[in-house]
């Protein structure tokens, strides 16, 4: 397809507007998370978006929304005021071409409409889930969804996956939500028992889902999930069950603290993102964790077709 383009007068050389507009309807729609995470992959880094990051981690207050909401709308009316366009495209659109076709703005940058023709790679699709039962030890499970999606975007193969919208305080009707999406790696971070997870009831309190309720709701998953991550303590009974369906479980035998349990995902989520195969992946988990209390042994254990996996 070929364009009409009227070149204008410019001073700067940024092609599109930081879309501001979509986080503010991220945060009218209560997605905080992804609206940080928006807006971390632009590099905000002001003083107040730092302090509100850090009172959205530790219990935000009532009226946060709308302070957040203030806070993008002042950047975005900021942004508005510095970015002018490069190039105007008229609406005249004359018959086919080549769909590949680059045109250059007036800072020579080139600007590409992509082919038709370009199959999207399938990308690995990451689910996070969490409980914390208001009648529960509390857990610090912001900070350790965020972390680890800051460790992934580090790794040199971090455009291979995708993190799909997390889940916390999650229920059983959550659970089997999240689970319909079929998610390729599952993280679980919360309490668990010798009989199952323990998830929230609709109420906020604890509700186990016993190894029984978990079987069937990840059976039709054979083939889907390749690896599952359970970040909490008691979880080895559920970890040799649910790898029967041909898939890396990993959970932890013992009670494990919340600081030991973080690093060792945070170096295993950025060895996948640095494409290591899982053994290397895990390996790297093992090294943070040493390192955070060398002379503790992990507790974890490893399992792949209801088998254990030495370490």
């Known amino acids: 397809m070929f364009f009409d ?8 050389q940024t092609l599109n507007p930081i879309p501001m507009q ?18 971390d992959d632009l590099g905000i880094d002001t003083p107040e978006y730092q302090q509100l990051k ?14 957040f909401k203030k806070l993008v709308e002042k950047l975005g009316y900021k942004d508005k005021q510095e970015i002018k366009p490069i190039v105007k495209i ?4 004359h018959n086919q071409g080549n769909n590949n076709t680059i045109f ?14 370009n199959k999207k790679k399938d990308l690995v699709k990451i689910l996070f889930m969490a409980a914390n039962p208001k009648n529960t030890q509390s857990l610090n499970l912001n900070t350790e969804y965020r972390s ?69 709701l990840f059976k039709d998953l054979s083939g889907i999930v390749k690896i599952v991550v359970l970040n909490c303590c008691y979880s080895t009974a559920q970890a040799e069950f649910l790898s029967k369906i041909g898939c890396y479980v990993l959970g932890y035998n013992t009670p494990v603290g919340d600081k030991i349990a973080q690093s060792f995902a945070k170096g295993f989520y950025l ?17 943070l964790a040493m ?21």
């Open 148 to 216: 680890l999606q800051q460790e992934m975007r580090q790794g040199s193969k971090r455009d291979e996956f995708e993190w799909l919208s997390p889940i916390f305080a999650a229920t059983l009707t959550e659970m089997m939500r999240g689970l319909n999406q079929q998610p390729n790696i599952i993280h679980f971070s919360g309490h668990g028992l010798n009989k199952g997870l323990v998830l929230e009831d609709e109420n906020a309190y604890a509700q186990v889902v016993s190894n029984e309720m978990l079987d069937l």
């Open 22 to 39: 979509n986080i503010i309807d991220l945060i009218s729609n209560l997605q905080i998370y992804d609206a940080i995470d928006e807006l």
């Open 90 to 93: 008229k609406n005249t659109l």
């Open 104 to 117: 250059q703005g007036l800072n020579n940058s080139n600007v590409t409409i992509g082919s038709s023709n």
């Open 291 to 311: 390192g955070e209390q060398p002379k503790d042994k992990l507790p974890l254990s490893v399992w792949k077709d209801g088998l254990p996996i030495e370490l």
């Open 271 to 287: 060895g996948l993102s640095d494409g290591k195969d899982f053994k290397a992946a895990l390996n790297s988990g093992r090294v």
């Open 54 to 67: 850090e009172e959205y981690d530790n219990g935000a207050k009532p009226d946060f929304v709308p302070r």
């Open 5 to 12: 383009l009227l070149l204008v007068n410019c001073t700067t």
